[in-house]
Each structure stands twice: as C-alpha cells, then as structure tokens.
C-alpha cells in the first residue's frame, strides 16, 4: 500500500537554526512529491514539488527539499528558520488523478 | 482571483442531520478533491474528480456523497450526521493531477 510517513511528530527548534524535517514514502515507483504548510486555522499551502530531475527542488520561503531515491526520502530544510516558519509541515506523494497521500505532519515550533 | 471557497467555514450538527458542503473554484482547474483532518492523522481523501460529471471514491467515501456538474463546483454532501464526522474538511483543486493543489481554508464541522 502507498504510504508516506514523517517520523517526527514535534521538532522545536532555535531561530535562525537550521531545520531539516523528514519525509519517507512507500511507493511503487517513484511518486510525484510534495511539502506543504500549514498555519493554525488556514488551509493548506504549497511548499514546493518534485517530479524528476534534479533532486535538489527549491521553494518558496527560502525552503528546499532533496529526493533521494536510495532512501525512499524526500526531506525539507531550510538553512535559518525565522518565528513564521511556526506551523504544521506535510510531505505528501501521488502518482496519478486518484489523490495525493499525506504524511500525519510535523508540528514546528520555533524557540526564541 | 478568489482561488478556492469554501462555506460555511464552521458548522455544528445534531446527529442524523445532513447539510452540504459547498466548494468553489474559480482557477478552471480540472481536478478537484475533498480531503478530511483529524488531529495528528494527515489528511485523508474523501472523494475527488477529475472533471464535471465525473467523480469517484477516495479513502474515507462512506456517509458522504458529491457531485461535479459544473467545473467550478465541487459539493460533499453529508447524510445522516454521526459524530465520527467531526473534522476539518478541505477542498482542494489543481490544473493537472501533477500540480501542486490550491486548498480552501477549510471547514469546521462538529456533530453533536
């Protein structure tokens, strides 16, 4: 079955720390892969995506994520994460018009 | 542009009650999903369509039913209200099944 798991329920980091949020997927080939954003009460925002190509995929927000196939990854950092960055992250994979699958999310806090 | 609506933003039902969820986009956008959230599951799909008149089960289809008759909307439909459909619901909606999906801001519905 397709799954897609992020290990980490709650990472607290400092700000202006790095960050690096985890994402594992199960797929039978490689899906289409996807990090969102979520602030309290708000819909759901998209981070960026990867298809094929080049495995390092820059975002908006001064995120990244780097594919790697070996790992069955797909993670997110951001070099200095400001108080904003405070939200739920979700990593989610698809391979066709049936809907992505989503990870349960990371919760970010941010430490001052 | 307005992206995508969703009304109403909060809502409470008795059990056995029904109501309709509206969804509205205006981007022209092809494929359309409804998606549920619970506190720490991710989100799970409910229904999605890949364009009017054409529509099909997600993960979670049961007491809920939609419609795709324009390509702008995308109502879920709950029938007999139980209090396992307590949750957020969203929307969402994307050109090509490979874009990153445009979500609503989500509703809040109890059953009480």
């Known amino acids: 079955a397709q799954s897609v798991t992020q290990p980490d329920i709650h990472i607290t980091v400092s700000e202006g720390a790095s960050l690096e949020l985890r994402c594992n997927y199960s797929?039978?080939?490689?899906?289409?892969l996807f990090w969102y954003v979520q602030s309290p009460g708000q819909g759901l925002q998209l981070l960026l995506k990867?298809?094929?190509?080049?495995?390092l995929v820059q975002g908006i927000k001064g995120f990244e994520a780097e594919f790697k196939r070996s790992q069955s990854s797909f993670n997110l950092r951001k070099p200095s994460v400001h108080w904003s960055d405070a939200a739920e992250y979700f990593c989610a994979a698809g391979g066709g018009a049936d809907g992505l699958t989503f990870g349960k999310g990371t919760h970010l806090i941010i430490q001052p | 542009n307005a992206g995508v609506t969703q009304t109403p933003k909060f809502r409470i039902l008795k059990i056995g009650q029904s109501m309709t969820l509206q969804c509205t986009q205006d981007m022209n956008h092809n494929y359309m999903y409804w998606y549920r959230q619970d506190p720490g599951m991710g989100l799970k799909l409910i229904y999605y369509s890949v364009g009017a008149g054409i529509t099909d089960k997600g993960e979670v289809p049961n007491g809920y039913n939609v419609s795709r008759s324009t390509t702008e909307d995308f109502p879920l439909r709950l029938e007999l209200a139980a209090p396992s459909q307590t949750s957020v619901y969203f929307c969402?909606?994307?050109?090509?099944?490979?874009?990153?999906?445009?979500f609503g801001s989500g509703t809040r519905l109890t059953v009480v």
């Open positions: 990867y298809f094929s190509g080049d495995t």
């Open positions: 969402a909606s994307s050109y090509y099944f490979s874009d990153g999906y445009t």
């Open positions: 797929y039978g080939a490689t899906p289409y």
